[in-house]
């Protein structure tokens, strides 16, 4: 099946830093979408990504759609307290499914 | 816009009863919605698609007869989880499709399952 390669699976970092993610695939897609869940919470849309190249910002985050439609990337400048959580890259398979990356969990040191 | 909700929000229930979980789209009709699961630290993976007026579409591994799906208005999908055992216990969420744009998934808050 479809699958995504996201990376780190952990991160620990220290207030005012700067935090970058990426994930992976094997196949092309036309859309990458990054989220963001926290504890006890369903995953809340942050970025949708729909052209190859394509850099898009929202905020203190920013991300891109790989030229090669096999890759995206999620750059959060300025950690602060309120950007812990598990975030996960996904894109649009067969039948509008949505496949997610492992996840990435940020942890952050004030 | 294009918030979805989920009830219960957490569940505890003894082994063998079914459980009922909804998931409403409260600002938009939604023809498509999904259900996923979620066990601790782990990712989403999805369990089935709902779809209005016909039967649902389960994903491999997915036992159609314990889990229950009903899409029976553009804003309401229930999973029911029949004859739950512990095994069952886990994080299930919902998503709407909305359909226009881009067909963008949004997620309800999720439901805990706690089976005793």
């Known amino acids: 099946g479809q699958q995504l390669n996201q990376s780190p699976q952990s991160m620990f970092i220290q207030e005012g830093e700067d935090v970058s993610m990426n994930c992976t695939s094997s196949?092309?897609?036309?859309?990458w979408l990054w989220y963001k869940q926290e504890p006890g919470e369903g995953p809340v849309l942050l970025i949708a990504l729909y052209k190859a190249g394509e850099l898009t910002s929202n905020g203190r985050l920013t991300a891109q759609f790989g030229i090669t439609r096999k890759d995206s990337f999620l750059n959060i400048s300025a950690s602060i307290p309120s950007d812990v959580g598990i975030y996960f890259c996904a894109v649009t398979g067969g039948a509008q499914k949505l496949v997610f990356g492992q996840g990435t969990r940020l942890t952050i040191n004030p | 816009g294009a918030v979805v909700s989920q009830h219960p929000s957490w569940v505890i229930c003894k082994s063998g009863t079914s459980v009922k979980i909804e998931c409403r789209s409260l600002?938009?009709?939604?023809?498509?919605m999904f259900w996923y699961r979620q066990f601790p630290k782990q990712s989403l993976m999805l369990m089935a698609t709902s779809n209005e007026g016909s039967k649902a579409t389960y994903e491999q591994g997915v036992e159609k007869d314990k889990f229950l799906i009903n899409h029976a208005s553009l804003t309401l999908s229930t999973l029911t989880v029949t004859s739950a055992h512990p095994e069952d216990s886990s994080f299930y969420i919902c998503s709407a499709r909305v359909p226009r744009g881009y067909n963008e998934q949004f997620f309800g808050p999720g439901t805990r399952l706690t089976v005793l």
């Open positions: 196949s092309i897609f036309n859309t």
């Open positions: 600002d938009f009709q939604a023809t498509t």
